[in-house]
């Protein structure tokens, strides 16, 4: 793992629960459901493809949104989502790895485990159809990438910085990740995923992940590349426990019909 000296003290502690908690009982196996397609049904629907997040918190998020957490990701496959991402941390993100098996029966569409896997016993807690694993917190990146795969699993390597993103692709990841948001101070800049996102070779899948609030900042992350957004917070809108989800799924998946581009909607 790279020094955690410049992380954020909510990260730190994230990190230190992670350590805290054990691994599952035997070695996951996984039958998973394609991204790669879903991504593409997305696109030949005209829908912007968008993995929404079941986000009950976070150390950045206004509130805690108690919904069911099956509810909400049936919301969002309403909204047009192409895959649902699925925090399981349950310390600093109010998820836990049964809310992510319950959605996974409920959905068709890929579901993935976002948590802070540090190594391979941590891979084994719950199946899903993609696994993040961040450049920036495992020792040897290749070895999880291949334990991923050899479980089923579809890595999906999350970078912020073009060094990060020169590992993952040394490491053959073949889907990555670039965070906007700035693990050091929690802020989120979308010009990061515009200056990492255009250094991936084509045939890599590369998904913008953080800060993207409104269908312009979805056109812009579209612009600079990306096949898919990865959307937390403006979909679960934490503030707001009645916020509809399927709503602020579906104005984030029609971004770029012709309706949403010619409204001047900045927010
Ligand atoms: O979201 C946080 O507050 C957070 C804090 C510390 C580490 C990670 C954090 N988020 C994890 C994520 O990657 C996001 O949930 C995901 O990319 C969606 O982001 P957003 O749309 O900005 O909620």
Redesign the pocket.
């Known amino acids: 793992m790279n020094s955690e000296t410049e992380l954020a003290p909510?990260?730190k502690s994230?990190l230190a629960a992670a350590r805290e908690r054990s691994g599952g009982e035997g070695v996951v196996n996984v039958d998973a459901r394609s991204i790669s397609d879903a991504l593409a049904r997305a696109e030949a629907d005209g829908r912007v493809p968008v993995i929404a997040?079941v986000?009950p918190t976070?150390?950045?998020?206004d509130g805690t949104r108690t919904d069911d957490p099956v509810e909400l990701a049936e919301a969002m496959v309403e909204g047009g989502a192409a895959a649902i991402s699925v925090?399981t941390e349950p310390t600093h993100f109010g998820g836990s790895p049964e809310a992510l098996t319950r959605i996974r029966e409920a959905v068709d569409v890929p579901v993935l485990r976002?948590d802070f896997v540090l190594d391979e016993a941590g891979m084994d807690v719950v199946a899903a159809d993609l696994l993040l694993v961040i450049a920036r917190f495992v020792d040897d990146l290749s070895e999880l990438v291949a334990a991923a795969r050899d479980r089923g699993f579809q890595p999906l390597v999350e970078v912020h910085d073009r060094d990060e993103l020169e590992d993952a692709l040394e490491a053959g990841a073949e889907i990555i990740g670039v965070?906007n948001?700035d693990?050091a101070k929690?802020e989120?800049d979308l010009e990061t995923f515009e200056s990492v996102a255009p250094h991936a070779p084509d045939d890599v899948t590369v998904i913008a992940?953080?800060?993207?609030s409104s269908p312009v900042d979805a056109r812009r992350m579209r612009e600079a590349g990306a096949d898919a957004l990865?959307?937390?917070?403006?979909i679960m809108d934490h503030g707001a426990d009645e916020s509809d989800v399927t709503e602020n799924t579906r104005r984030l998946t029609r971004a770029e019909t012709a309706e949403s581009t010619t409204e001047t909607e900045t927010t």
């Open positions: 909510a990260v994230i997040e986000k976070s150390p950045t998020a925090l976002k965070n948001r693990l929690l989120v992940e953080s800060g993207i990865l959307v937390g917070s403006a």
